[in-house]
């Protein structure tokens, strides 16, 4: 995605209307991807894993040099990198997708909105304060029974976005252990990796719930219930679902690089640490 005088002449001709007709193609894609903002999802994720960072440090090397292990870990949470492994990811998984109708929502007027809606949750979420009243306030509407809660859940259903969370969180932490294990922090087999991550399965699901349902209450409680409707019946079409999981592949893989990296960043200062 995102083909020389007499003979030649019309070759040239044949691959300067090859040209045109694949930009015209990689137009549409082009537009979701910028209309998704994904410089910008990318930066809140870089805060997130450089807060992640912290907490690992803690919970692995309290010794450690922390300032050493702060310029590691963003090196590691590159944004620049980040976001050519996503862009580039997402024009792979839906070249052979019709995206027209993505990019004509997305970059209307009222998909703007919801982006921005979006991506404003997710920098909120940075603070854990807002994270934990977000949360309350989900799980009371939820006992009410309020009618955006219902949606909320027939978004999350229909996306199966809880399992796709946690088949991530997983593999991520997965992919952690390995870096442990390859940098030489921690022997353990794959089997043994394999039963640790599986036995982090209930609590993981249970939090990834918690998570999203208040996430997405969060972005779509200003939207009017015929918008979120709306968007509800973006995600439940063909060219939805083929979004869905195109953003879950890629993100998952970018995970699952960082997650290995920071796995092996860990072992590195952990055997600094003893010499």
């Given at each position: 995605m995102q083909l020389v005088r007499n003979l030649a002449t019309g070759i040239a001709a044949a691959l300067l209307l090859a040209t045109s007709?694949?930009?015209e193609t990689d137009a549409p894609i082009d537009a979701v991807v910028d209309a998704l903002r994904v410089d910008e999802t990318v930066a809140v994720m870089r805060e997130e894993g450089?807060?992640?960072?912290v907490d690992l440090a803690q919970d692995m090397m309290p010794d450690a040099d922390m300032e050493s292990w702060r310029d590691h870990v963003g090196r590691i949470y590159d944004p620049g990198r980040m976001q050519r492994l996503v862009e580039d990811g997402l024009r792979t998984q839906l070249a052979d997708e019709n995206?027209?109708?993505l990019a004509e929502f997305f970059t209307s007027q009222e998909g703007a909105r919801i982006i921005e809606l979006e991506?404003?949750?997710?920098?909120a979420f940075l603070s854990p304060d807002v994270e934990q009243a977000a949360r309350e306030t989900y799980a009371h509407l939820s006992q009410e029974g309020a009618p955006i809660i219902e949606r909320i859940d027939r978004l999350i259903e229909d996306s199966d976005l809880i399992e796709h969370n946690v088949t991530g969180i997983l593999n991520s932490n997965l992919m952690l252990y390995r870096g442990l294990a390859?940098?030489?922090a921690y022997e353990m087999s794959?089997?043994?990796m394999l039963l640790d991550v599986w036995g982090q399965e209930d609590s993981v699901r249970e939090d990834s719930a918690e998570w999203i349902g208040a996430y997405l209450l969060t972005a779509y409680r200003p939207?009017?219930?015929d918008a979120l409707e709306r968007y509800i019946a973006l995600w439940q079409s063909d060219e939805g679902q083929a979004l869905n999981r195109a953003l879950f592949r890629v993100y998952d893989r970018m995970y699952a690089e960082l997650s290995y990296l920071m796995g092996q960043a860990v072992a590195q200062h952990m055997r600094s640490q003893k010499l």
């Amino acid at each position: 995605m995102q083909l020389v005088r007499n003979l030649a002449t019309g070759i040239a001709a044949a691959l300067l209307l090859a040209t045109s007709a694949s930009a015209e193609t990689d137009a549409p894609i082009d537009a979701v991807v910028d209309a998704l903002r994904v410089d910008e999802t990318v930066a809140v994720m870089r805060e997130e894993g450089l807060a992640y960072g912290v907490d690992l440090a803690q919970d692995m090397m309290p010794d450690a040099d922390m300032e050493s292990w702060r310029d590691h870990v963003g090196r590691i949470y590159d944004p620049g990198r980040m976001q050519r492994l996503v862009e580039d990811g997402l024009r792979t998984q839906l070249a052979d997708e019709n995206v027209a109708p993505l990019a004509e929502f997305f970059t209307s007027q009222e998909g703007a909105r919801i982006i921005e809606l979006e991506l404003s949750a997710r920098r909120a979420f940075l603070s854990p304060d807002v994270e934990q009243a977000a949360r309350e306030t989900y799980a009371h509407l939820s006992q009410e029974g309020a009618p955006i809660i219902e949606r909320i859940d027939r978004l999350i259903e229909d996306s199966d976005l809880i399992e796709h969370n946690v088949t991530g969180i997983l593999n991520s932490n997965l992919m952690l252990y390995r870096g442990l294990a390859d940098g030489g922090a921690y022997e353990m087999s794959e089997e043994d990796m394999l039963l640790d991550v599986w036995g982090q399965e209930d609590s993981v699901r249970e939090d990834s719930a918690e998570w999203i349902g208040a996430y997405l209450l969060t972005a779509y409680r200003p939207l009017e219930p015929d918008a979120l409707e709306r968007y509800i019946a973006l995600w439940q079409s063909d060219e939805g679902q083929a979004l869905n999981r195109a953003l879950f592949r890629v993100y998952d893989r970018m995970y699952a690089e960082l997650s290995y990296l920071m796995g092996q960043a860990v072992a590195q200062h952990m055997r600094s640490q003893k010499l």
